[in-house]
RNA sequence: GCCCGGAUGGUGGAAUUGGUAGACACACGGGACUUAAAAUCCCGAGGCCCCGGAAGGGGCCGUGCCGGUUCGAGUCCGGCUCCGGGCACCA
């Protein structure tokens, strides 16, 4: 063992070992109980960063102990490979796509290797590759037999110049990100897996997932968005047909006043036809439309519609209610028709205020009178029904119930539930993707492609431009195929799917990564699954974490899973910031280096001055803020960033880089180190450690059962990575305490016992460090095939107790006591002790209080 | 607008069920070692005030703000302010 802390000779060592030895291969057996951790795979951009670093040094740290703690860990790593950023890396710099992801893949798993994560890395998956996306298609072909997945025409979002679709995320404005032309609506024909099927399943079970953050439960609860109301139909004047809405105010029917319709509603210009407003509604509607959904009046709110010129009936009143369009009626949602209630909704009451509509009160609340014409907003809370016919006097919760059933009975309606979450689009214009297994035949039209031909490869011969469609179509070879069903000219689908497809099971994948069958082995994923702890980045707080749950759903529901949650507990740690620099007067940033080497010396080129610090902002190249964990880990070693990103901050909250910060991890395990070095004779001469301690000595080994305690806790309950590590730092600064005391007592033995704890307890932290200081104490067996330490309750009962004296709520004393004393003996000492005997001079006791082992209070007469 | 978080020293953060607020670390100040520096080691430290020559001792205030419950509140309750995040015309 070196003097010196060399952590680059260390890691390599250890990591060396590791692999020689296969120490992480994870191996089915059903007589031990399993443990299944995982990070989310990352997407093979080039290069690590620092939230890969926080995220994978979380999850490792699970993962070891949990081998320590003895159970059958399996914890494995891929690659979440297709995607955009290769493709564009094709058009800009005319590198293969497939050519670009595998140089990364190749790169980061040497870096992710560097940082000593205890991967299985027997069970790698990369979705790029045949042998995994051939069942993204065998599962799309499952999903298409039984009616999850279908092709409808739908809108979406445009680019008329790069002639593509965009994702939402990649309209910026209302532009195109790419060249910055104003993104249009388009209706196309569309892939979609039906998710909304599962919508009540993926909401209910959200109850089961207690090992989920609030937050995220109710992030998927907000974006599955149930409603309950009712759908209700209002015949239409001078025609057959009538108007279909849905609502959840059913009790506010009687308010109706008019009626509202998207522009992209059926009867939007049908109803217009040959009346005088024919011509308004045609303007109005090409003008709406022209404006993407999601931008539709976000400037001002504004409501804005036109009178189509007809009107329907409510069938509740009889009465006549105009029919309208407006700018602010998704057809999406619900029926696309609204009915409006300018009293009680907000946007129908700004509406009919600039129209001039009637206003109808028809919920009163209880504690004021209202009158329609004195409404400045919409009422929109609880009350009683008013001028609602039968209804009226009811409270509306009541009404709400009432009216629903009403109008079933006159077979004006049904009771429904609509959801906010809508069937997922999953048909991409891309090439770096999973092709879609279909085929279409001018005889036979759409025709899947038999399971015996999977995979559908990927062809490799198709030009990169970054202009048009997808870009399959180019590869004359890939689309011009037979009909499998009449064999045939027909052409193939030429849209890839969504890179969530991938990510969407590769969980399961994990549990049997060579199994070609099916997509898994259900027997090993039913040994394996459900992955126990899940650990990753918010931002996939909805996408991601809710289409996992469906998929886990969905196989389920094919049989191979006999799971309906694929993550039992959820940690999401937060972001990798970083302060930023710039120049005062002009918007420029400053690069700042690792080390905190400041950005002095760097001055604006615009200006000159100098730069000063910025915010505080998440880790980006954009920020010039990037600290890259490559510089850092061959400056320091993987331990000291591991330590660092562990301690600075728990894994939920977000963490501040702070250069300072590194040098003092790296100082602590130097600390360490060499303490260890510089005792090492007497350190591999100590013996057993002695029957009688001073009393020092039973303090100190007091501390070090309390000290694995609260490790244990800190770590099994809450992940307080950072509490358990500076409660190892307390004890390492008492053991070099003790160490300076000259006494042959037996107190080297003592030490050393410390010291072995102190390095297990480290393990799961900083592996490699531990792992050499552990063989430098003279132990044997290697520390990864160590049992996680147990701390002794009765090691940690103490003879004295230190109890606080409060007078009337304030600390006046504090009195050490024999940990048997009796409640009588610890008040007569509390009286007596002379600082609290001042302060009760010529005071009369109230009462005294006593909690157990900790104080005394004591209450005087006022 | 709605829904979630959060606010504690100069800084990151501790205080797990209401019981000594500020663990641990960073930064800082002082000292030791050194020709010197770095490194290392030791000591100090929430703020204000008081007693004492000093070593030391003591008091009051203090966890975003206002109020409440309690012997006792960072922690519980009510009302705000500010910050971060998510959703946003969902009928």
Request: aromatic letters at 10%.
């Amino acid at each position: 063992m070196e003097e010196k802390y060399y952590p680059q000779t260390v890691e390599e060592k250890w990591q060396r070992i590791w692999e020689d030895n296969k120490s992480f291969r994870a191996v089915t057996d059903r007589s031990r109980e399993k443990y299944y951790v995982l990070e989310m795979f990352p997407y093979p951009s080039g290069r690590i960063h620092m939230g890969h670093v926080r995220n994978y040094s979380i999850g490792d740290v699970v993962a070891r102990y949990k081998r320590m703690r003895g159970f059958n860990v399996i914890h494995p790593m891929g690659w979440d490979a297709f995607g955009l950023p290769a493709e564009n890396a094709a058009i800009e710099r005319n590198i293969h796509p497939e050519a670009w992801t595998r140089e990364n893949i190749l790169y980061m798993k040497t870096q992710l290797k560097r940082m000593g994560l205890s991967y299985d890395w027997d069970r790698e998956v990369a979705t790029c590759e045949p042998d995994y996306y051939r069942w993204n298609q065998w599962i799309f072909l499952k999903f298409y037999e039984r009616g999850l997945a279908y092709k409808k025409s739908s809108f979406v979002n445009w680019c008329p110049s790069c002639l593509t679709v965009l994702a939402n995320e990649q309209v910026i404005e209302g532009a195109c990100w790419r060249c910055d032309t104003e993104v249009a609506q388009k209706e196309l024909e569309q892939w979609f897996f039906r998710i909304t099927e599962y919508a009540d399943e993926l909401l209910n079970d959200l109850d089961k997932l207690n090992g989920w953050p609030d937050k995220v439960l109710t992030m998927q609860r907000n974006w599955i968005g149930k409603s309950i109301g009712a759908e209700i139909e209002f015949p239409i004047e001078g025609r057959q047909d009538s108007l279909r809405i849905f609502t959840t105010r059913q009790d506010t029917v009687y308010g109706v006043t008019f009626m509202s319709l998207a522009v992209e509603h059926p009867l939007a210009l049908e109803l217009s036809r040959d009346t005088a407003q024919e011509p308004a509604v045609r303007a109005f509607i090409e003008r709406i439309k022209k404006v993407s959904t999601a931008r539709r009046g976000e400037e001002t709110g504004e409501k804005e519609g036109v009178f189509t010129g007809s009107y329907c009936r409510n069938p509740f009143t009889g009465e006549r209610a105009p029919i309208y369009l407006a700018n602010f009626v998704l057809m999406e949602y619900g029926t696309g028709a609204v009915m409006a209630v300018p009293a009680h909704d907000q946007r129908d009451f700004e509406f009919a205020k600039k129209y001039g509509l009637p206003i109808c009160l028809v919920i009163q609340p209880e504690d004021r009178p209202l009158s329609a014409e004195d409404l400045t907003e919409a009422y929109v809370d609880d009350g009683v029904m008013v001028n609602s016919g039968p209804f009226t006097g009811l409270k509306n919760a009541e009404g709400k119930e009432k009216v629903a059933a009403y109008l079933e009975e006159k077979d004006w309606g049904k009771k429904d539930i609509r959801y906010r979450l809508r069937d997922w689009g999953v048909s991409r214009q891309r090439y770096w993707g999973t092709p879609i297994p279909i085929i279409y035949c001018d005889r036979c039209g759409i025709v899947a492609v038999p399971e015996k031909d999977l995979p559908v490869l990927l062809p490799r011969d198709v030009p990169f431009t970054g202009k048009g469609g997808s870009p399959l179509a180019e590869s004359r070879d890939f689309v011009v195929t037979t009909c499998p069903k009449c064999g045939g000219a027909a052409r193939r689908e030429t849209d890839t799917m969504d890179t969530f497809v991938d990510s969407s099971w590769y969980f399961l994948r994990y549990t049997a990564p060579k199994f070609d069958s099916k997509p898994f082995d259900p027997k090993e994923a039913a040994y394996w699954m459900p992955v126990d702890q899940y650990i990753g980045g918010v931002e996939h707080a909805v996408l991601h974490l809710l289409y996992a749950r469906f998929f886990t759903k969905a196989l389920r529901d094919l049989g191979l899973t006999n799971v309906d949650e694929p993550f039992s507990n959820l940690l999401t740690q937060g972001m990798v910031s970083k302060e930023t620099y710039r120049c005062e007067e002009h918007d420029w940033l400053f690069p700042n280096e690792l080390a905190g080497s400041e950005a002095e010396g760097w001055r604006c080129p615009k200006c000159g001055r100098p730069a000063i610090k910025g915010r505080v902002e998440k880790m980006s190249k954009s920020k010039k803020n990037i600290v890259d964990p490559e510089e850092l880990i061959a400056q320091y070693g993987a331990d000291t960033a591991r330590l660092f990103t562990l301690f600075a901050a728990p894994p939920e909250k977000d963490l501040e880089w702070n250069a300072q910060g590194v040098e003092g991890a790296f100082r602590f395990l130097t600390r360490l180190w060499r303490f260890v070095m510089q005792n090492s004779e007497p350190l591999a001469k100590a013996g057993k450690v002695p029957d009688d301690l001073a009393s020092d000595l039973r303090d100190l080994n007091r501390l070090v059962h309390r000290t694995i305690k609260k490790v244990t806790e800190d770590i099994e309950s809450r992940f307080h990575f950072n509490t358990a590590i500076a409660a190892v730092m307390e004890l390492l600064n008492a053991v070099m305490a003790a160490a300076q005391k000259e006494a042959p007592d037996g107190r080297i033995a003592v030490v050393k016992d410390a010291l072995i704890t102190i390095v297990t307890l480290l393990y799961p932290f900083v592996p490699h460090a531990a792992s050499e200081l552990w063989e430098g104490l003279g132990q044997k067996q290697p520390l990864n095939e160590v049992r996680w330490p147990s701390f002794s309750t009765e090691a940690l009962e103490q003879e004295k107790l230190l109890i606080v004296v409060q007078i009337d709520g304030k600390v006046r004393g504090k009195i050490t006591v024999a940990a048997d004393a009796t409640g009588e003996a610890i008040e007569r000492l509390a009286i007596e002790d002379p600082k609290v005997k001042a302060f009760l001079a010529g005071k009369r006791i109230q009462k005294i209080i006593q909690v157990p082992r900790r104080l005394v209070s004591i209450v005087l007469e006022k």
